[in-house]
């Protein structure tokens, strides 16, 4: 089993930077493939950046230049820097792990584990 638990979300304006972590306990964090989603009122949760455990990253379109993935093996952290921030990124943030990193950035409906989510905001 895999813990994930998110923190650092806030209210921001809009331009402004944000990051967002997500802590991992259980089994071993290193071997696995990190993302991480978002989902906003009325849509469906979407891909917005995955992690191989070789540190192979993709990001959806919507956020490359803006946000980059990463992660800490030694603190069993994954982290989510964003900036120059939009109304449209307001979401709730989701990590997730799996085994695989084609089913994380295919954001399979069978990824094996989720956190409970961190809510950002940007205002205009």
């Known amino acids: 089993q895999v813990q994930l638990i998110e923190s650092g979300g806030g209210l921001v304006q809009t331009g402004d930077s944000l990051r967002v972590s997500c802590a991992a306990s259980?089994?071993?964090?290193?071997?696995?493939?990190m993302g991480w989603f978002r989902q906003a009122p009325g849509k469906e949760r979407e891909f917005v950046a995955g992690?191989?455990?070789?540190?192979?990253?993709e990001y959806a379109d919507s956020v490359k230049g803006r946000f980059t993935i990463s992660k800490d093996n030694a603190k069993n952290t994954l982290y989510l820097q964003m900036h120059n921030l939009k109304p449209e990124d307001t979401a709730v943030y989701y990590c997730?792990?799996?085994?695989?990193?084609?089913?994380?950035?295919?954001?399979?409906?069978?990824?094996?584990?989720w956190g409970q989510g961190t809510q950002v905001i940007v205002s205009s």
């Open positions: 259980g089994r071993s964090f290193t071997f696995y493939a």
């Open positions: 997730a792990a799996d085994r695989k990193f084609s089913v994380i950035v295919s954001a399979a409906a069978t990824i094996n584990y």
């Open positions: 992690i191989s455990w070789n540190e192979e990253i």
